[in-house]
T-cell receptor
């Protein structure tokens, strides 16, 4: 079952504002991934994190792998209308082959 | 990133018929592919893990005779929804990880199945 707690569930922000969302777990993960899903499409990988404490950027997106290996956050700076969508965190534990997904954050950017 | 192609993107079928969905890794080999189902405004629910050359591993509660999976090559996995019913209508998504130990998973575009 789902073991990642993702928050917030939804966000309404003004264009130009920064956004932050996070995922936490009671279990340790070896890899954290952040995806964005547009309506009617499959998730697209945004950032992959492999080491505790790692901070990685992809354009206006920044994500960090928590030191405890039980959490991760994603920041989006200077939001624009095309940032609208659902953002999912996903983690990979130990020798597991399948990802564990968060419940998603629905982001709405208001003009 | 690696490309995963899923086909068809949309399909409408009559109740009682079967529908096949294809998932292809275009620029890499995938010994393992994953099939998910997604309900509106919800996260992805893993249905089964598709293993090249062997039987798929199904998650608890997923009927293997209802959702037939075949992974005949390193670049193709198929999901067949047999004797479809309206409650099978959903968004189905496949994903694949690069090689045997890659940790990044790439997703297909998804298939919107509507059973009428």
């Amino acid at each position: 079952g789902q073991q990642l707690n993702q928050s917030p569930q939804s966000m309404f922000i003004q264009e130009g504002e920064d956004v932050s969302m996070n995922c936490t777990s009671s279990s340790i993960f070896n890899t954290w991934l952040w995806y964005k899903q547009d309506p009617g499409e499959g998730p697209v990988l945004l950032i992959a994190l492999y080491k505790a404490g790692e901070l990685t950027s992809n354009g206006r997106l920044t994500a960090q792998f928590g030191i405890t290996r039980k959490d991760s956050f994603l920041n989006i700076s200077a939001s624009i209308p095309s940032d609208v969508g659902i953002y999912f965190c996903a983690g990979l534990r130990g020798s597991a082959r399948q990802l564990t997904f968060g419940s998603g954050t629905q982001l709405t950017v208001l003009p | 990133g690696a490309v995963v192609s899923q086909h068809p993107s949309r399909v409408i079928c009559k109740s009682g018929t079967s529908v096949k969905i294809e998932c292809r890794s275009l620029d890499f080999q995938a010994t393992t592919m994953f099939w998910y189902r997604q309900f509106p405004k919800q996260s992805l629910m893993l249905m089964a893990t598709s293993n090249e050359g062997s039987k798929a591993t199904y998650e608890q509660g997923v009927e293997k005779d209802k959702f037939l999976i075949n992974h005949a090559s390193l670049t193709l996995s198929t999901l067949t929804v047999t004797s479809a019913h309206p409650e099978d209508s959903s968004f189905y998504i496949c994903s694949a990880r690069v090689g045997g130990g890659g940790t990044e998973a790439f997703f297909g575009q998804g298939t919107r199945l509507t059973v009428v």
